[in-house]
């Protein structure tokens, strides 16, 4: 259920500077999964998450609790 609003929310994270995201699912807890966005600035991707149209697509998406939100500045890249 979640997937479907995310990917209806899809217009919603773009009106606050996404530039795409990927998710990865935990292997032992297919409930558990980790969202990794790419926005245009971490001010507009703050806004996102404190606005009232992002708790109501989590509400609808079934979130059971606040989700866990760290902004990560790229720090580097090391061959494999």
């Known amino acids: 259920m979640w997937k479907k609003v995310f990917e209806e929310a899809g217009q919603l994270r773009k009106t606050y500077g996404s530039k795409g995201v990927r998710f ?11 969202i990794l966005g790419e926005y245009s600035s971490s001010d507009r991707a703050r806004e996102l998450f404190q606005s009232e149209e992002f708790r109501e697509a989590t509400k609808r998406a079934g ?7 760290t902004f990560l500045d790229e720090a580097g890249q090391l061959p494999a």
């Open 63 to 69: 979130v059971s609790g606040p989700p866990q939100v």
């Open 24 to 34: 990865f699912r935990n292997l032992e807890d297919a409930n558990e999964v980790v």
